[in-house]
């Protein structure tokens, strides 16, 4: 696992347990946002005893990204203080809209499956995800604060890519 930056000493990382658990319930997510008619992004937002889920929130649309969505409710419910001590679960690596708004919404941990550039690779050029080249790690890295970052997650990205290769391919 790889991350930026450090992270405060009193916030341990998930156990590898955990991390693929919510990792693969936020592919679950992703696989219900696809049934709703939405691209098959999942997120959700973990308490800072790496177990509690607070929320959930697959894709809605093009500007409202389950990670940004996700992020403005947090803000919504919960303290700036007690978000740096959560976890943003995501199944692909946010992109530049979604990591402002974890990091406006001052959620300290990002935790992420499939990589924005292989999200690339599979969705290709295609007109409903232009997605952008620019990775999470650098918005957080030309920020104020210290948002450390997991991912992508070897052990869960195939099982992520498998459900952006089917809606991808067939829309």
Known sequence: ????????????????????????????????????????????????????ILLEQGNVGTVNHAEAVLARAADTNFTPAYLWECTLYTTVEPCAMCAATQYWANIGRLIYGLGERRLLKLTGNHGENPTLDIPARYIFEHSQKVIHVIGPIPEVEEEIAELHRNFWQRS
């Open 1 to 52: 696992m790889s991350a930026a930056g450090t992270i405060d000493s009193s916030a341990a990382n998930p156990s590898k347990e955990q991390l693929l658990r919510h990792l693969r319930r936020a592919n679950a997510i992703a696989s219900r946002a696809v049934a709703m008619g939405h691209h098959p992004f999942g997120a959700l937002l973990v308490g800072p005893d790496h177990e509690a």
